[in-house]
Structures are given as structure tokens and as C-alpha cells.
């Protein structure tokens, strides 16, 4: 399976740690991490399943594959900026949202769009136009977002393309 960990190039020194570990999760459980292989959580998570044994794959808001982190095995250029973000969340059968701006945000919207199940850690929280609750999975704990990630993507409905 593909897990997505999705988060921002800047981050504070727990959600660093919170992103290494799920990394770490995510190797150990035998999955392949996808990210946007820059730096920040992108990079804590890819340092953390590369020193597990694990796969990563960025990809690259730009067209330079040098420009992805050290811990990336798979830089994919896109030359897109941040229209990546669909890429990421369409390739994952789940995705775990640590922290995290702007962007991090586009990507929960997509993700949860195409039906893609999103775990956050300490992430933004939102409500639907209709006060509906937030239908983001919350944990604390890294290991348990990436079993509830792997449940989720599990027993999620088959995604179509829409975004």
C-alpha cells in the first residue's frame, strides 16, 4: 500500500518527530511512503522510513529530481508547483496530515474529495458548509495513525478521479 504523509516544509520539533515516526510506522508495517520530497515533515517522514528498510517516493513541485530530499529513493519531477498535491493524494490509498499550512491544507481538501481517507496529527481542523463535523480521522499517537490510515484505506470505497 501507499501512504501519503502530507505536512509542511516548516514545522516545529514535535511534529518533526510525529513525522519520523510515522515514517518509521509506515516501513515497519511494509508499506511505501509517498510525500512532496521536500524538506520539513516531507523530509522527517522519509528519514524515518528510510532508516526502517522502507520505500519513499516525492513528488517534486519542480523539474529538478536533485531538489528532493536526501531520504527520497523515488524523486518524480513535475514541474507543476503546487498542482502536485492532487498527484500525491490520487496515487495514496490513505493519507496522514501532520501540521502543517497552506498547502497541507489543499491537500486534505483533495484528498477527502477523491475519497482518499486522511488521518491528521495536529493538523487543521474545518467543518463543511454545513456545520458537519470534521470528517479528518484525529490521533496523537504515530503508530495509530498509520494502523487507522491502513483501516481506513482498507474499507474505503473504490476512488474515481474526481477532484
Known sequence: MIVAVIGGSKAD??????????????????????????????????????????????????ADPGAANPYVD???????????NAIIVQTAAAAIAIDGAYGTLSEIAMALNAGTPVVGIGTWRFSDGNGDADTVIRTGDPAEAVRLAVSAAESAAPRGAAL
Open 74 to 84: 523515488i524523486p518524480i519531477v513535475t514541474n507543476m508547483g503546487v498542482a502536485r
Open 13 to 62: 520539533a514535535d511534529s518533526l518527530a510525529e513525522a519520523e515516526a510515522v515514517g518509521r510506522c509506515i516501513a515497519e508495517a511494509g508499506h511505501t511512503l509517498i510525500c512532496g520530497g521536500l524538506g520539513g515533515v516531507m523530509e522527517a517522514a522519509c528519514r524515518g522510513a528510510r532508516e526502517a528498510g522502507g520505500r519513499t517516493v516525492g513528488v517534486l513541485p519542480g
